[in-house]
């Protein structure tokens, strides 16, 4: 077992590895540009939308009352007709740097995981590679399961699903060598 105090310093770098790679994927490379499409007449949708007064939420439409609700002819009737829609309403002002942070302290979280799990495990004399995969494999796991959910029972594009798979990877692969190059010697 190795304290977790002696794994704080790789905790931070991991976390903060994941935020800058991760601010280079999202904002430098064109991988994830084609996550969202845009809607055609997205300034009518909008105007449309507007006077609904929609509160901050996730939303489903059309939405059953209940399970005996979603086999009845009518609302089967709606989804036949369609669109199926699956949305969130987010605030009209973006807050880049509460978000950012958000994001940052989320990153901290799954380094502080890895420690603890890794940590628990292995003592300091190991096989550095170990650390290479255990931690590695706790970030990844962390950063890429998430997402699943939300193409299995939302729809999102299995492709955004495999691109953030692909990202976490990059994140386990960094994070683990942080751990593994950090790592308390006996």
Request: proline fraction near 8%; charge should be positive; hydrophobic fraction near 50%.
């Amino acid at each position: 077992m190795t304290p977790l105090t002696s794994l704080l310093l790789p905790t931070v770098l991991s976390a903060v590895a994941v935020f800058v790679l991760s601010s280079i994927i999202h904002m430098a490379m064109p991988w994830h540009k084609g996550d969202y499409a845009k809607v055609p007449d997205e300034d009518g949708l909008m105007a449309a939308m507007r006077p609904f007064k929609l509160p901050l939420g996730d939303y489903l439409m059309p939405r059953p009352s209940s399970g005996a609700d979603m086999k009845s002819p009518e609302f089967l009737a709606k989804v036949a007709q369609g669109p199926v829609v699956v949305m969130t309403v987010r605030p009209g002002s973006w807050n880049m740097g509460a978000t950012m942070g958000t994001w940052f302290l989320f990153t901290l979280l799954v380094a502080l995981i890895a420690a603890c799990m890794t940590g628990a495990v292995f003592g300091p004399a190991v096989d550095h590679r170990h650390i290479l995969h255990y931690a590695g494999g706790i970030t990844f796991l962390c950063y890429a399961m998430g997402a699943a959910p939300l193409s299995i029972w939302y729809g999102r594009k299995w492709s955004t699903t495999f691109k953030n798979a692909l990202d976490s990877l990059i994140y386990g692969a960094a994070s683990g060598a942080i751990f593994m190059l950090m790592w308390p010697q006996a």
